[in-house]
C-alpha cells in the first residue's frame, strides 16, 4: 500500500517590508559584470564633466569678465558670483556628506547661498573656480574607484537607505546642471554670452 504525502504548507505571505529587503537583497547579488560595471562608473563620470547633455562648467565661466560678476540683471534673482559660490558650497556638502561621517552640511538654505552680490576680493572669484575643480575631480575618482560599492548607502549618520556613492552623484550632477543653465542664462542677460575669444 502506498504511503500518502502529506500536502504541502502554503507559504505565508511576506509583508511589503520583506518584499523590498528581498528584492534589493537579490538586485545587490546580481552583481554587474566588470565590464559592464566600469562603463556605468564612466557615464556617471561624463555627466558630472559635462559636454553631452548639458554644457561644461569651464565653457559656462569661460572668460567671464570681471566687472560683470557681481551684476544682477533685472529679473534676476542672484549675480554670477552668488550662483558660482553657491554650486560651489553645494558641491563641497554632497561630496563631504558622501566620504566623511562627521561632516556637518550648512544650514538651509541660508548656508548654501552667499550674502554678497559681488566677489569679496579680486582673487576670490578664481579661488572658488579652483576649489569646485578640485571637489569635482574628488567625486569622479570616487565614482571611478572600482573597489567602492556605488549602491551601498553612505557611512554618514543622517544618511538614509537611498543615499548611495551613485545617487548622491547623479543629485550632483542634476544640481550643477541646473545652475549651469542659469549661469549662461545670466551671462545672455548680461551681454557675455558667447564669451568673448
Known amino acids: ?27 545587490l547579488s546580481a552583481r554587474r559584470a566588470p565590464g559592464q560595471d566600469a562603463s556605468y562608473r564612466q557615464r556617471i563620470v561624463e555627466l558630472l564633466t559635462g559636454g553631452h547633455a548639458h554644457v561644461t562648467f569651464a565653457d559656462a ?40 561621517p562627521a561632516h556637518v552640511s550648512p544650514k538651509f538654505p541660508d548656508g548654501y547661498w552667499p550674502v554678497e552680490g559681488a566677489p569679496p576680493d579680486g ?36 544618511a538614509k537607505p537611498h543615499h548611495t556613492v551613485a545617487r548622491e552623484a547623479l543629485v550632483l550632477a542634476d544640481h550643477n546642471s541646473y545652475h549651469l543653465g542659469e549661469m549662461i542664462l545670466l551671462r545672455r542677460l548680461l551681454g557675455a554670452w558667447p564669451p568673448a575669444a
Open 1 to 27: 500500500m502506498a504511503t500518502r504525502r502529506p500536502p504541502r504548507r502554503k507559504p505565508k505571505p511576506r509583508s511589503p517590508a520583506t518584499a523590498r529587503k528581498s528584492a534589493r537583497s537579490k538586485a
Open 123 to 158: 582673487r576670490a572669484w578664481d579661488r572658488c573656480v579652483a576649489r569646485f575643480h578640485a571637489d569635482l575631480e574628488a567625486r569622479k575618482q570616487m565614482v571611478a574607484t572600482p573597489k567602492l560599492d556605488l549602491h551601498s548607502r553612505i557611512r554618514h549618520p543622517e
Open 61 to 100: 565661466i569661460a572668460n567671464f569678465p570681471p566687472e560683470l560678476r557681481g551684476q544682477r540683471p533685472n529679473g534676476a534673482s542672484h549675480t554670477p558670483w552668488q550662483v558660482l559660490e553657491h554650486m560651489r558650497i553645494s558641491q563641497w556638502d554632497i561630496l563631504e556628506f558622501s566620504r566623511d
